[in-house]
């Protein structure tokens, strides 16, 4: 691929997938990033969790869900924080992003390779989908 597909503002001939991301950020500033599967597309890359909205779902209740199947973890989907469009080569990702705060639960790898709770320079150190960046810079600002 040559990557010309990859500007957001392309029309995309592909599937639109919703995925919901949850921010997480705990007293002393340090935000809950996790590491993708080996198998998963883009292996290995670092996100914020999340993942799939079901359809029937709101973005809410997908995102509650994911961060149960995924880290083990009840959450409160608060404020709506950000949302982007982002091409990738076969389909666009309609990524929404909203502040959470855990619940109850401790943190546990059910279904991602890794997890970091990491200061917000530190994002800059680790590697993220194109999706997630702009989420990245925001934080950065």
Known sequence: MNGAGD??????PGRTIRV???LLQREDDKVLITQRRPQAFMPLKWEFPGGKVEPGETDQ???AR??????DIEVQVGDHFMGLKHAYPDFEVDL????CSIISGNL????VND?????????ETFEFPPAD????ERLLE
């Open 7 to 12: 500007q957001a503002g392309d029309n995309h």
């Open 20 to 22: 919901v991301a949850g």
């Open 61 to 63: 209740q997908a995102l």
């Open 66 to 71: 994911e961060l149960r199947e995924e880290l």
């Open 96 to 99: 929404q992003v909203y502040a």
């Open 108 to 111: 546990k790898k059910l279904a």
């Open 115 to 123: 997890y970091r709770w990491v200061t917000v320079t530190e994002l």
């Open 133 to 136: 960046q702009p989420t990245v």
